[in-house]
């Protein structure tokens, strides 16, 4: 991949021309702990703390000594990976690969902070320091830069080597817990307390090859983190924050503080579903077929989606229904066409869903698993489809005594993800949340689904012949008898008496609003009256807010793009998908349709529909449980007298 229009060369002579200066710091060097507590290795029967065990190989030419020499109180972290395997003399592969990404890692973080110190004012800065003429009105200056650098080169260190390793992982795993030692006062101390307790974790966990890349891997990841989170109140870092650099032999984009993923698609084991194997949920199934092909728009070196940029794209939404009526289905044929479409045009898909299994017991962990599931998805370099099923179950609803803390750490990392003060939404990627129980959801959650997919299953006579025709199969010889095997089920026809149906409301309590609304001022054929209809839904139901009418409005940016790109845009990527970014904006432009009164009342009354069912379903179970605790506190009492008379 070439360079883009926002993206900077970071040249490799460069990076090369610091690998001494980053095998003298793997080889060793001399390190006091500030921040964090020195362990004793895990090994400890073989060597003292601190002490590095050495290859026992030997040269065959007489006079020449090969063994390294090191002090011993020194930290020597090619012996640490060379000693990981206790058994083997030699030098195994894994080894090999993690000292060559540790050494590449060092040297893309020191020339990434050389380029910083050119930028700003800190080369100039750091020579009149080392001559003695810097001016004392600009100490202060000169300490905040060199903390910049180093935060720099912390986390381009721990980006680089967690995009090296990511093609080396394992299903190893290793918990190393929270970091300690990230020293800020100049980009040297930083590096030294980083390796330092690198070396720290690898004397505790990496007592084989697998764990050793586990070790190194995970260490990556929560150095990275912790430079980060401390860059938000970090001054001097603006001239880094608002470059990308491009590191083309290693395929590596660099983005502030921003983690860097190989642009690499999933392997994907589910079995895909065709859109005529689904039957019934025809809006739901109609914008799931039109959001695969929206996804494609996506432009690689503009980092922007047209349909993102002219209003019609989804970045949430949220699928409900019963069990059985085909929220998995509506997955696997989602996921099915977008890997059919990225194969065709060569693009790179990345599939994940967030499960029960992320929710862990460890305080934290199941946040930083819901962010790790957002940031693959998000990853602008792949197209990414992230589905929550089951999310009543997953994400807590913040107030209820039953939900775990890990459940709400994931509630709290998915709602700033949708729609926080960091958001972007590139068009690159779509996150789709499933429940069976939705109102089982904490509202601010819920309401973070910009599009609802109401997943209700077959409906009619004619959807409950074609479900039973399709399941049966051909193994039998059961005559059809009167009926044309899945004319109902023909998308446009079907979709058209679906937005249809909400000229008028579903459920009982937005019909008596719609109905008073309209008794009250008529036809709600303009902007006003539309208004006076969403304070009457807001009067009935308080947390129909400004974030509903945001949904509502994008949905009917969506209906204003109520059209599939062309199939044949698909199957030849010349015709669309490899044009450049404007051609194909102009081209979707021209396919938009005029937004009209019917359009909006229809997604007023779907979403309002939606909240109103999920209030009274809420309700409902509620009533529910207070009748069953009232009915147990009566017989209670009443087997508590009766055993005392």
Not at 63 to 85: C, F, K, L, W
Not at 118 to 131: F, G, S, Y
Not at 154 to 178: P, Q, R
Not at 271 to 296: C, D, R, S, W
């Amino acid at each position: 991949m070439s360079l883009t229009s926002d993206q900077m060369e970071l040249r490799e002579a460069d990076i090369v021309k610091h690998y001494p200066a980053a095998v003298a710091m793997l080889d060793g060097f001399d390190h006091t702990p500030r921040i964090g507590a020195a362990t004793t290795p895990a090994r400890a029967e073989e060597r003292s703390p601190g002490i590095t065990r050495h290859r026992r190989f030997r040269s065959t030419t007489p006079g020449m000594v090969t063994q390294r020499t090191a002090r011993p109180e020194g930290v020597h972290i090619i012996n640490r990976v060379e000693g990981s395997d206790d058994s083997d003399v030699l030098t195994s592969p894994q080894q090999a690969i993690v000292m060559q990404a540790l050494r590449r890692a060092l040297a893309i973080s020191l020339a990434m902070a050389e380029n910083y110190g050119e930028q700003t004012a800190l080369a100039d800065l750091k020579r009149a320091n080392l001559a003695g003429d810097l001016p004392a009105s600009r100490k202060t200056e000169f300490s905040e830069l060199l903390s910049a650098e180093a935060l720099i080169n912390l986390h381009v260190f721990g980006n680089a080597l967690a995009y090296l390793m990511s093609s080396h992982h394992s299903e190893t795993t290793v918990e190393i817990g929270e970091i300690q030692e990230v020293l800020t006062d100049n980009g040297q101390l930083a590096l030294h307390g980083a390796l330092w307790e690198l070396d720290q974790e690898l004397s505790k966990h990496a007592i084989d090859d697998a764990r050793l890349v586990a070790t190194v891997a995970a260490y990556a990841e929560q150095l990275m983190e912790k430079a980060a989170l401390r860059a938000q109140t970090t001054p001097q870092l603006e001239a880094f924050n608002a470059a990308a650099w491009r590191i083309e032999s290693d395929d590596l984009t660099l983005r502030g503080f921003s983690p860097a993923s190989k642009a690499k698609s999933t392997t994907l084991t589910m079995t895909f579903k065709k859109p005529n194997e689904v039957v019934g949920n025809h809006i739901a199934k109609y914008q799931a077929m039109k959001l695969a092909k929206m996804l494609m728009a996506y432009d690689f070196d503009r980092h922007l989606n047209p349909f993102a940029e002219l209003g019609g794209f989804i970045f949430t939404f949220m699928g409900d229904g019963q069990p059985g009526t085909g929220k998995t289905t509506l997955i696997q044929m989602m996921a099915g066409m977008i890997n059919d479409y990225c194969q065709i045009a060569g693009y790179p898909f990345r599939y994940q869903n967030l499960s029960t299994d992320n929710i862990d017991s460890y305080q934290g962990k199941s946040g930083q698993n819901a962010k790790s599931f957002v940031d693959t998805i998000l990853d602008p370099s792949v197209i990414g489809f992230g589905t929550i099923d089951d999310i009543d179950t997953l994400a807590g609803k913040r107030g209820d005594r039953q939900s775990s803390s890990g459940q709400l750490e994931i509630t709290a990392v998915l709602m700033e993800s949708f729609a926080g003060a960091n958001t972007v939404v590139r068009g690159n990627c779509t996150f789709g949340m499933f429940s069976n129980y939705p109102e089982n959801v904490d509202d601010a959650l819920r309401q973070r689904a910009g599009a609802r997919f109401l997943v209700d299953g077959p409906q009619t006579r004619d959807d409950y012949i074609d479900i039973l025709y399709l399941l049966m199969g051909k193994n039998h010889d059961i005559p059809l008898g009167k009926h044309e095997v899945f004319a109902a089920q023909e998308i446009k026809k079907a979709v058209a008496a679906s937005f249809a149906s909400h000229s008028r409301p579903h459920e009982a309590g937005l019909m008596r609003v719609f109905d008073q609304v309209q008794d009250d001022i008529g036809e709600l054929d303009t902007i006003a009256k539309m208004g006076s209809y969403l304070k009457g839904i807001q009067q009935a139901d308080s947390r129909f807010t400004g974030r509903a009418i945001k949904n509502i409005t994008d949905a009917v940016k969506v209906r204003a793009m109520d059209f599939e790109l062309p199939d044949e845009w698909m199957e030849d990527p010349d015709l669309f998908l490899f044009r450049d970014y404007d051609t194909k904006k102009g081209m979707i432009s021209e396919l938009r349709q005029p937004i009209t009164v019917d359009m909006v009342i229809q997604e007023i009354n779907r979403y309002a529909d939606s909240e109103f069912r999920y209030a009274d379903k809420s309700d409902e179970v509620a009533i529910t449980d207070m009748v069953r605790d009232f009915g147990r506190t009566e017989e209670a009492k009443r087997r508590y007298l009766k055993g005392k008379s």
